[in-house]
């Protein structure tokens, strides 16, 4: 009996020591074969843009090629689901935004963009938007038309991107903290409303981001009055909204990295250090720049402190959410 015991212990302890061995020697490996990066973005985009450069980037440091696959549709969420339910394994990499923190609160999603990820890092954060007007107009200031605004209300329409999104959260907090009845017009984005502010006059102006604004100020067509983040923009001689008298009005974009939640920490942690070292490419950061987004700093880019930021950004979203008359969606 205690031979049979001892025999089944032996057998059992070889078993196991035989299964950690071959998970031991499968981290050692990884990856072995090409990685697909999300983005649930159109290709050209200020998601698939860094998203795409920092593929080919971890791609040299792996070994492996990373390709990039554009599902999308529904503001990002059916790109999100579609990472969310992939195998953990660390083959497939889920590229978030800003998008993620704010469609819970106007759209149904079937996944939780912090309980079914875990989080690997900031690629970007950035770019700001830009409220720009209609070169032609008269107004040298926010404050002039303000001022119109609340003299005349509904004379001045603004294109916007979709209920769930920084362009007409943006022109709402302006709307409320102003005092003012701006009309919003609804456009397929923010590119497209801001070239509308520069050729159609059919509207008079829009929040739009900052690489799709600077070209048309550079030529002439737009004004820019403002940018919503905390901190000027170097070399783009635009005053904040903060120092313009609004409050809390720091509308940026950022591009992180994240894998399904139940990914090995192995797997998870080699995509991390890939994503760190390609993200200290100088024409990387040359590039990003001149879109209007920054590198954070490696010390700072940890899973931590990027999950402790998609909580804090997904409850700021909810607040501006109710400004636009939506309740945070109830999972």
Do not use: C
């Not at 990914?263 to 040359?286: C, G």
């Amino acid at each position: 009996m205690m031979s049979s015991l001892r025999f089944g212990f032996v057998l059992t302890a070889t078993l196991l020591a035989g299964v950690a061995l071959t998970v031991g020697a499968q981290a050692q490996n990884y990856p072995t074969r090409p990685i697909t990066m999300v983005v649930p973005f159109a290709p050209g985009g200020l998601t698939d843009v860094p998203a795409r450069m920092i593929a080919a980037l971890m791609a040299e440091k792996l070994g492996q090629q990373v390709v990039v696959e554009n599902k999308t549709g529904a503001s990002g969420a059916v790109g999100g689901l579609y990472a969310a339910r992939a195998t953990p394994d660390g083959y497939t990499i889920f590229a978030n935004s800003v998008a993620d923190t704010q469609n819970l609160h106007y759209i149904p999603v079937q996944y939780s963009a912090i309980n079914d990820f875990q989080m690997i890092g900031w690629i970007v954060q950035g770019p700001p938007l830009v409220l720009a007007i209609d070169a032609r107009l008269p107004y040298k200031t926010l404050a002039e038309l303000v001022a119109d605004a609340k003299a005349n209300p509904k004379k001045l329409a603004f294109g916007t991107s979709g209920p769930a999104s920084s362009p007409v959260i943006s022109l709402t907090q302006l709307n409320t903290q102003a005092g003012i009845d701006i009309v919003g017009v609804p456009y397929r984005g923010s590119g497209e409303a801001a070239r509308a502010v520069a050729g159609s006059g059919a509207i008079q102006g829009a929040f739009a981001f900052y690489s799709q604004v600077k070209p048309l100020v550079d030529d002439g067509k737009v004004r820019a009055l403002a940018v919503a983040s905390t901190e000027r923009i170097p070399g783009f001689n635009v005053p904040t909204m903060e120092e313009l008298g609004y409050k809390n009005f720091d509308h940026r974009g950022f591009v992180g990295l994240a894998v399904p939640a139940k990914t090995p920490k192995p797997a998870a942690d080699t995509l991390r250090k890939a994503m760190l070292d390609a993200l200290e490419s100088p024409v990387f950061k040359e590039r990003m720049s001149a879109l209007g987004m920054t590198v954070p700093p490696a010390k700072d880019n940890t899973p931590e402190r990027f999950l402790q930021f998609m909580k804090t950004q997904t409850a700021r979203q909810a607040d501006f959410a109710k400004l636009t008359g939506h309740d945070p969606m109830k999972k």
